[in-house]
């Protein structure tokens, strides 16, 4: 009787209560880092790696990011309806960036078609090969090093008296680049508000600004990518009543967790350069670099 017993406590330990934990760790994982430019995507890889759990693969973490998408709705929800009636009133005059709310949001529109091409293009690459754990160690790297180029720039343009943009000036060739940008972060490993921050910051905003605009062109691709898994992928993630349920969990923690980080994120940009996520970044690439030498974790 003990022993079974201790049988079906192992098999509630083992199927049913680390697949609460491992969502509720995911779910947190992701509401920290989707918009600390430290990639959210490769901190879904890389954590399970580390803790000797299986990869939750692209499915998961696309769908995941619903929640955060929730938070910037949440958070910038005035804007949003502001920039949609301006949208709407366009359509109804005829005429396209009549105002400047109504502007704004034709380049959010305008800078989401990059990454919606791409992820198209590219969605079988997006889904095995490149999330390698390799690969993101060098696209850690590698924006990391962009950004403390920008910053430099940055830094050189403010010692001459020029200050940075805020998003109401941008053109639309900014918006375009931007979008490119965006469409670079498929990439695991890259971080989308990374690559749109670094893509803000080039073309002249401040950094605070960079953000603010990087949030907001999330709202389309984040909705398009994860409704888009969530259909593609509906058998896998929803099996069951509780898979469904862990999925729901999930949601909830991920956008309380962004709600938090979005403020966070904004005061901190305000007043500091990027440097500690640029340190943070290299630091978390060479640890990979050596986990994967010295088969502490696999590819």
């Known amino acids: 009787m003990q022993k079974s017993n201790l049988d079906v406590w192992t098999y509630f330990a083992r199927h049913v209560l680390m697949g609460w934990i491992e969502i509720i760790v995911l779910a947190i994982v992701q509401g920290l880092t989707e918009f600390i430019p430290i990639s959210s995507t490769a901190h879904l890889r890389i954590v399970p790696a580390l803790l000797g759990w299986d990869d ?5 973490s696309a769908v995941i990011q619903i929640g955060t998408l929730v938070a910037v709705l949440w958070y910038f929800w005035r804007d ?4 949609l009636r301006a949208m709407i009133a366009d359509l109804r005059r005829g005429k396209l960036a009549t105002t400047v709310d109504a502007r704004l949001g034709w380049m959010i529109a305008l ?26 160690s060098a696209a850690l790297a590698g924006v990391a090093v962009l950004l403390a180029i920008a910053e430099g720039w940055i830094e050189r343009r403010r010692a001459r008296g020029i200050e940075g943009r805020e998003v109401e000036q941008l053109g639309w060739g900014n918006a375009m680049a931007i979008g490119f940008a965006q469409a670079a972060a498929l990439v695991p490993g890259t971080s989308r508000s990374g690559a749109t921050i670094l893509g803000g910051m080039c073309c002249g905003l401040t950094r605070e600004a960079a953000a603010r605009f990087s949030f907001l062109l999330s709202i389309p691709s984040i ?13 896998e993630l929803l ?21 938090a980080t979005i403020p966070w994120l904004l005061s901190y940009l305000r007043k500091r350069t990027m440097l500690v996520f640029i340190a943070y970044r290299l630091l978390l690439a060479a640890l990979l670099v050596w986990l994967l030498a010295t088969g502490g ?3």
């Open 56 to 60: 939750p693969g692209a499915p998961l």
């Open 80 to 83: 949003v309806v502001r920039i």
């Open 111 to 136: 800078g989401t078609l990059p990454i919606i091409a791409c992820g198209l293009a590219f969605k079988e690459h997006i889904e095995t090969t490149l999330r390698s754990l390799y690969v993101m």
């Open 223 to 235: 909705l398009a990518a994860g409704l888009f898994q969530l259909v593609d992928a509906r058998e």
């Open 239 to 259: 099996a069951s009543s509780s898979d469904a349920a862990k999925l729901g969990v999930a949601l909830v923690v991920a956008a309380v967790v962004g709600y």
């Open 297 to 299: 974790i696999t590819s």
